[in-house]
C-alpha cells in the first residue's frame, strides 16, 4: 500500500546549520505530498505542501520540492534557529487517506 | 476562532474501563479524522468521517467506535479500554477531503490504560 519512509532521528544542530531531513514514498496514484511539524505539546501543524510533480513548496525558509523521478520529498532549510526544534512528518495523501511517516525529531543548540 | 479542540486532554483508565474522546472544529469542515500516535510510528487513522451522520474504517478500527451526529463533533469511544490503546489520540479536520487539502490537527489526548 501507499506509505512514506523518513529519515530516522533524532537530528542534532548547531544553529545557522543546513538541514535536510529526508522522505521517500511508495504509492500507486498521484499522491499531494506535505510536511507537518509538531512542537511541544501540541499537535500537527502543516509547514509546507507540494500537490504534483516538480512542485516546490515552501514555509518559514524551509523547502521541499516533489520529485516523482526519486519518488522523494525531502525537506531542507539553510540556516536553522533554535525555534525550530521540533518533530518534522513527511506524508503522503490520496482521497480520505493521508498516511505519515514516523517522524524526525529535530534539536537545534545554540 | 480555536480551530479543533479535543478533550480531555489527559485521561487514566484501568483495563475493561470505557471513555469518550471529543473532537470540536469551528471552522465547518466536512470532514473529520481520528488517528493515534505511537512512538517510532507516526500516526495511524483509526476513524474518519465525510459529512454529518456519516463514518468510515481508517487503518486501525479494531476497539474503537464513532459517531457524528452533528457537522462539528467527531465522538471517539472505546468500549472496553485494553492497554495496547495507550496513545496519544488527534483529532483532525479538513474542508473537502480532497488529496491536495491541509488537515488541521487538534492539540492531543494523552490516554494511559493500566
Known amino acids: 500500500g501507499d506509505s512514506v519512509t523518513q529519515m530516522e532521528g533524532p537530528v542534532t544542530l548547531s544553529e545557522e546549520a543546513f538541514l535536510t531531513i529526508n522522505c521517500t514514498y511508495t504509492?500507486?496514484?498521484?499522491?499531494?505530498l506535505f510536511w507537518y511539524v509538531q512542537y511541544p505539546g501540541e499537535g500537527l501543524q502543516l509547514l509546507l505542501k507540494?500537490?504534483?510533480?516538480?512542485d516546490k513548496g515552501s514555509n518559514k525558509g524551509f523547502e521541499a520540492t516533489y520529485r516523482k523521478e526519486t519518488t522523494s520529498f525531502h525537506l531542507e532549510k539553510g540556516s536553522v534557529q533554535v525555534s525550530d526544534s521540533a518533530v518534522y512528518f513527511c506524508?503522503?495523501?490520496?482521497?480520505?487517506?493521508?498516511?505519515f511517516g514516523a517522524g524526525t525529531r529535530l534539536t537545534v543548540k545554540p | 476562532n480555536a480551530g479543533v479542540t479535543q478533550t480531555p486532554k489527559f485521561r487514566v483508565l484501568k483495563t475493561g474501563q470505557s471513555m469518550t474522546l471529543l473532537c470540536a472544529q469551528d471552522?465547518?469542515?466536512?470532514?473529520m479524522y481520528w488517528y493515534r500516535q505511537d512512538p517510532g510510528m507516526g500516526l495511524r487513522l483509526i476513524h474518519y468521517?465525510?459529512?454529518?451522520?456519516?463514518?468510515a474504517k481508517g487503518e486501525v478500527p479494531d476497539g474503537y467506535n464513532v459517531s457524528r451526529l452533528k457537522k462539528q463533533n467527531f465522538l471517539l469511544g472505546l468500549e472496553s479500554a485494553a492497554p495496547s490503546q495507550t496513545s496519544v489520540y488527534f483529532c483532525?479536520?479538513?474542508?473537502?477531503?480532497?488529496?491536495?487539502?491541509?488537515?488541521?490537527f487538534g492539540p492531543g489526548t494523552r490516554l494511559t490504560v493500566l
Open positions: 506524508a503522503l495523501s490520496v482521497i480520505n487517506d493521508m498516511r
Open positions: 471552522m465547518n469542515h466536512e470532514y
Open positions: 483532525a479536520s479538513s474542508d473537502l477531503g480532497g488529496k491536495t487539502d491541509t488537515q488541521y
Open positions: 507540494a500537490t504534483k510533480a516538480d
Open positions: 468521517s465525510v459529512g454529518e451522520g456519516t463514518t
Open positions: 504509492a500507486t496514484g498521484y499522491p499531494s
